[in-house]
C-alpha cells in the first residue's frame, strides 16, 4: 500500500503558471493526479510538465482579485468539476504582495491582496467543499500562509494581515468540515526563490541578512513544496487537519 498515492484524484491549484504553485501541481502530478489550474496568466510551461508525466492538464483563465466574490468562484469551481468530473483536492495557493510604508499604505494595496489571499480562499473552499460533500468521501484542502501568519513583517501590513488570516480560516474550515471527512490544513513557505520574493533577493543587504538568518541557508525552491502537500493531499494525512506546517529550512524554529 503507498498511502501518499494520488491516482485517479483531481486536484484543483490556483496561481500553478509559476514559483511555488508550479511546483506543487507538478508534485501531484508525479503522486498520480490530474491537475485542474486556475490563473489569470498562461500556464503552459506547468502543462509540458505535467502532461510529460502522463498526467492530464486543463486550465481555466480567472482573475482571482477581480472575481473574488462568491458567485464568480463558485461557477468557477462548477466549470472545474464540469470539465474534470470530480475533484478531490483544492491547493489555495495563488496570492500577491504589496509593498508600501504603513503610514503610505493604500485603500488598493489593501483591498486587492485581502480579495485574493483571504477572500477567495473562502468561496473557493465553500464551492469545493460543497463538491466534497456531494461526491461523499471526503477531500483535502491545502492553504498557502506564510511566515507572516506568525510574524509581523516589514512595509506589507495587507500581506500579513490576510496570512494571518489564513491560518485562522484554515483552523475554522478544519472544525466545521472535519465531520464530512475533509481535512484542511496549511503550508507555511519560509524565504522561496519566486517572483514573489524578487525584490528581496535583489536587495544585497535584504537577502544577506535573510541568508544568515535561514538555518538551512539557502533560499526555499519551488521543489521543496511538492513533499509537503503531497502529504496533505494524501491518506498519509487522513487525521490531520486545522494544522499549518511550516516548510520555512528552520527560520521559525531558530
Ligand atoms: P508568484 O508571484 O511566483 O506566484 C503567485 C501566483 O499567483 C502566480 O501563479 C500568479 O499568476 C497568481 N496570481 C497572482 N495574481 C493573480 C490574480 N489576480 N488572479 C489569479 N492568479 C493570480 O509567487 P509564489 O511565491 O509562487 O507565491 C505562491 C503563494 O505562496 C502565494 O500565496 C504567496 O503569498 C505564498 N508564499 C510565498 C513565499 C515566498 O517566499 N515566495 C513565502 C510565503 C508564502
Given at each position: 500500500?503507498?498511502?501518499?498515492?494520488?491516482?485517479?484524484?483531481?486536484?484543483?491549484?490556483?496561481?500553478?503558471?509559476?514559483?511555488?504553485?508550479?511546483?506543487?501541481?507538478?508534485?501531484?502530478?508525479?503522486?498520480?493526479?490530474?491537475?485542474?489550474?486556475?490563473?489569470?496568466?498562461?500556464?503552459?510551461?506547468?502543462?509540458?510538465?505535467?502532461?510529460?508525466?502522463?498526467?492530464?492538464?486543463?486550465?481555466?483563465?480567472?482573475?482571482?482579485?477581480?472575481?473574488?466574490?462568491?458567485?464568480?468562484?463558485?461557477?468557477?469551481?462548477?466549470?472545474?468539476?464540469?470539465?474534470?468530473?470530480?475533484?478531490?483536492?483544492?491547493?489555495?495557493?495563488?496570492?500577491?504582495?504589496?509593498?508600501?510604508?504603513?503610514?503610505?499604505?493604500?485603500?488598493?494595496?489593501?483591498?486587492?491582496?485581502?480579495?485574493?489571499?483571504?477572500?477567495?480562499?473562502?468561496?473557493?473552499s465553500q464551492a469545493v467543499a460543497k463538491h466534497f460533500i456531494a461526491q461523499g468521501n471526503g477531500g483535502k484542502i491545502i492553504n498557502i500562509a506564510s511566515m507572516l501568519s506568525f510574524q509581523g513583517g516589514i512595509r506589507v501590513i495587507s500581506y500579513t494581515a490576510s496570512k494571518s488570516a489564513v491560518m485562522g480560516i484554515t483552523r475554522a474550515l478544519a472544525t466545521e468540515l472535519s465531520p464530512h471527512n475533509i481535512t484542511v490544513n496549511a503550508i507555511a513557505p519560509g524565504y522561496m526563490a519566486t517572483n514573489n520574493t524578487q525584490a528581496l533577493r535583489e536587495d544585497q543587504e535584504r537577502n544577506k541578512a535573510i541568508l544568515e538568518r535561514i538555518p538551512a541557508g539557502r533560499w526555499g525552491l519551488p521543489a521543496d513544496m511538492a513533499g509537503p502537500v503531497i502529504f496533505l493531499a494524501s491518506p498519509a494525512s487522513d487525521y490531520v487537519t486545522g494544522y499549518t506546517l511550516a516548510v520555512d529550512g528552520g527560520w521559525l524554529a531558530r
Open positions: 500500500m503507498n498511502m501518499f498515492d494520488l491516482s485517479g484524484k483531481v486536484a484543483i491549484v490556483t496561481g500553478c503558471d509559476t514559483g511555488l504553485g508550479q511546483g506543487m501541481a507538478v508534485g501531484l502530478a508525479e503522486a498520480g493526479a490530474d491537475i485542474l489550474g486556475i490563473g489569470y496568466v498562461p500556464a503552459e510551461e506547468t502543462r509540458e510538465k505535467v502532461e510529460a508525466l502522463g498526467r492530464k492538464f486543463h486550465y481555466i483563465t480567472a482573475n482571482l482579485i477581480d472575481d473574488s466574490n462568491k458567485k464568480a468562484l463558485t461557477a468557477l469551481v462548477d466549470q472545474a468539476v464540469t470539465e474534470m468530473g470530480r475533484v478531490d483536492i483544492l491547493v489555495n495557493n495563488a496570492g500577491i504582495i504589496r509593498r508600501e510604508d504603513l503610514l503610505d499604505f493604500s485603500d488598493d494595496n489593501w483591498d486587492d491582496v485581502i480579495a485574493i489571499n483571504q477572500k477567495a480562499v473562502v468561496f473557493l
